[in-house]
């Protein structure tokens, strides 16, 4: 509207009259178009090309040869690698420790031995006693069957009373249809190994 506005003063046209329309109508605007002519495409010597694609081809093979070499050595796990500032503190974190003397050492061997008899005395001790009363619940048993076939029976029924256990049904069921599962967020730390 504004270039026709210009036209119309620079001609000496008024607003309105049959010229004024008609020049309206003649005038037409396009929006400008950044646009720039083609790049003519350079022709490259054939052997400069087969040159390029040697490069590109020889460097593959130069990532797939150090790939394979690599192949067998593990990937390095972040956690079990001891970080470099601790290295570089071991001098200062390692204790000076005056070495134990020899009579030390052989009481505390003396000590370990002894802490090894006593546990054992004390396994022996364990058994023997619950040997003890598995025979004594067996003696029991055998004379109140000699007795009675019945208190018997009744004394080695399993009392479902003395331990009250509930077991509900199977624990995997099938899954329910429609269920959006409660997932929490999290980030995702892993680390992408790729080739360079």
């Known amino acids: 509207i504004t270039m026709v506005l210009y036209f119309r003063r620079r001609l000496g046209l008024r607003s309105g009259g049959v010229a ?3 020049i309206t109508r003649c005038l037409h605007i396009s929006p400008v178009l950044c646009a720039e002519p083609l790049k003519k495409k350079k022709k490259l010597d054939p052997q400069i090309v ?3 694609e040697d490069r590109r ?3 593959i093979e130069k990532q797939i040869r150090r790939l394979e070499k690599n192949a067998r050595q593990l990937k390095p796990v ?5 970080p470099l500032e601790l290295i570089d503190e071991k001098d200062q974190r390692q204790r000076k420790l005056t070495p134990l003397g020899s009579a030390e050492l052989e009481e505390r061997d003396l000590l370990k031995k002894q802490w090894a008899h ?6 022996v001790a364990d058994f023997q006693i619950i040997d ?3 025979q004594a619940q067996n003696k029991a048993l055998e004379e109140l069957r000699r007795e009675s076939e019945e208190l018997y029976q009744a004394a080695i029924e ?11 049904g199977p624990v995997a069921t099938p899954p329910i249809k429609d269920y959006a599962s409660p997932d929490g967020d999290y980030l995702h730390q892993s680390m992408k190994w790729e080739a360079k």
């Open 57 to 59: 081809k020889k460097k």
């Open 158 to 168: 399993i009392d479902s009373q003395l331990l009250p256990v509930a077991f509900k």
């Open 132 to 134: 003890h009363l598995v």
């Open 20 to 22: 004024g329309a008609a």
């Open 118 to 123: 006593y546990k054992h005395d004390e396994r």
């Open 78 to 82: 972040e956690e079990l690698e001891v």
């Open 50 to 52: 087969k040159q390029r």
